[in-house]
């Protein structure tokens, strides 16, 4: 029978850490219920399983605690993850530090975990704070993986991931057909592209490519409300030019590599050139400059011919966090940005989440190979940001150049995310790796073509609050910006030096 302190979570020690609240620890019942609703969306997943909470103060202090450790009686082969609620709001992951097993003659019959949760610091205390006596206050869960993870299945452990959340979601990969009609409804139908695309000389057409854990209708669904200073959508803008020749390409964007999306891309279409005008957003912007900049790399490349792209918070010298050594501060960061903003692109985010954090509490390296596309140290970027580049003219670069407040700015340091950002950028990627492609002496995306929110930008923000990385669609300066480049316009904005460095602060 197992000891009845199975599975709960107490502090090491207690002269420093407390429960903060009893608890009725017989109740076994409610441990599965969340007031979090981001919490609510990683357990949907089935991957893990809730088995105790606490809320944990410290005992006042001058100066904060640096770490509050942790020890819970566990199963001796059972994987279990730590989430962590900040003061500040922000989530942090953090999976056993130790394990001690305890045996008999028989076999091993329980085990103890350690848990290891720095405490930064407070980045700005008040003067009152600094002469008072300062307790801190955590809420953590306790989440066990629920399943195995069949050895053999690692190398494809990705992409079943992957799978399995479209499929939740109802989503599915290839071409699809966008009108204003379908983005309101939310669902993009099928298309088979070879049948419904222009292919008369001249004819062009308009594609959409979405970012990561995200899908055409999920990333672009403000454009079908947002109105441009002409009273008008995008859609309704442009309708004389494409008229029912405008598309989407689903994709899968973690565990399939942008020579894997552009080639699915191509292979669908017609054996014989197509005229594409493209929108993209973030790690989308990648998949269009593999079809462009790499087609040695592609078969049937000429089947795709461009002729002019917005790309929208492109990270062309790649992410910050992209990088598998980095992918827990990944992870942690992208949990936060859906906590921060509830009405996001990332639709298959959490139940991604929830399998990643299941494989970092086995110590499993999963192959990622979409996201390591977006390495800035990687052999991708390396590859994209150098010769050939693309026809002199053919982008333009929407950015924004986020200001972060005191309070965001906390969150990011006690989500261990905050030396990522110390360049311009907009909580996701670097603003000015937007338009700098193939860095050289010649800059390909002139000063003319690149819209910037945000400090140093020739784009104020807009009164509602600053623009970032999810948030440039519901806005009518991107509709305005996306039709003049569509429509071959001059943008009318002041020019903005390419290789200009963007003011980083100061923090409001």
């Not at 087609?295 to 000429?302: C, E, F, V």
């Not at 992410?319 to 859906?338: M, Q, V």
Request: net charge neutral; hydrophobic share 40%.
């Amino acid at each position: 029978m197992a000891s009845r302190s199975l599975e709960k979570l107490r502090p090491v020690n207690d002269q420093e850490w407390r429960l903060s609240t009893p608890k009725a620890r017989g109740a076994r019942r409610g441990l599965a219920e969340s007031t979090d609703p981001f919490l609510d969306q990683i357990l949907a997943s089935g991957r893990l399983k809730v088995v105790d909470r606490a809320t944990l103060q410290s005992q006042p202090r001058r100066g904060a605690p640096t770490t509050a450790q942790l020890k819970m009686h566990a199963e001796p082969d059972a994987a279990y993850v730590l989430m962590v609620r900040h003061e500040s709001g922000a989530i942090t992951y953090h999976f056993p530090a130790q394990v001690d097993r305890r045996s008999t003659a028989r076999g091993p019959v329980t085990a103890t975990v350690r848990f290891v949760v720095p405490i930064p610091e407070t980045i700005e205390p008040t003067e009152a704070q600094r002469r008072v006596l300062v307790s801190k206050v955590l809420h953590a869960v306790v989440m066990k993986v629920v399943g195995k993870l069949i050895d053999k299945a690692i190398p494809i452990a990705g992409r079943l991931a992957e799978a399995a959340a479209w499929k939740l979601k109802g989503l599915e990969e290839g071409w699809k057909q966008v009108t204003l009609q379908a983005l309101q409804s939310g669902s993009l139908p099928k298309t088979k592209i070879a049948e419904t695309v222009g292919t008369k000389p001249g004819e062009h057409n308009l594609l959409f490519l979405h970012g990561t854990f995200s899908h055409a209708s999920g990333a672009y669904s403000a454009l079908a409300t947002t109105r441009g200073s002409n009273g008008k959508t995008l859609f309704e803008s442009l309708q004389p030019i494409y008229q029912n020749r405008i598309f989407a390409f689903d994709h899968f964007t973690v565990s399939r590599s942008l020579v894997e999306n552009a080639q699915a891309l191509l292979d669908a279409l017609p054996n014989q050139p197509c005229l594409f005008d493209v929108v993209t957003h973030s790690r989308g912007g990648l998949v269009l400059r593999t079809l462009v900049e790499n087609t040695s790399a592609l078969k049937s490349a000429s089947r795709f011919s461009l002729a002019s792209a917005v790309l929208v918070a492109s990270p062309n010298d790649g992410a910050p966090l992209a990088s598998p050594s980095t992918f827990d501060k990944y992870i942690t960061w992208i949990s936060n940005l859906i906590d921060l903003f509830p009405d996001n692109p990332f639709t298959v985010a959490a139940h991604f989440i929830a399998d990643a954090l299941s494989w970092l509490a086995r110590a499993v390296r999963v192959d990622l190979s979409g996201l390591a596309a977006m390495n800035s140290e990687g052999s991708v970027i390396h590859q994209l940001q150098g010769p050939p580049g693309p026809p002199l003219g053919a982008y333009s670069a929407l950015v924004s150049n986020y200001t972060a407040t005191s309070g965001l700015l906390q969150r990011m340091v006690d989500a261990g995310v905050d030396a990522f950002f110390k360049m311009a950028n907009d909580l996701v990627v670097p603003t000015e790796g937007g338009w700098r492609i193939d860095p050289g002496t010649t800059p390909l995306i002139a000063g003319n073509l690149i819209g910037c929110y945000g400090q140093g930008g020739n784009l104020a923000d807009p009164p509602d609050g600053q623009v970032t990385h999810i948030s440039f669609f519901n806005r009518t300066e991107t509709v305005d910006f996306l039709s003049r480049a569509l429509l071959g316009q001059p943008q009318g904005l002041p020019v903005l030096d390419p290789a200009t460095h963007l003011p980083v602060g100061p923090i409001a």
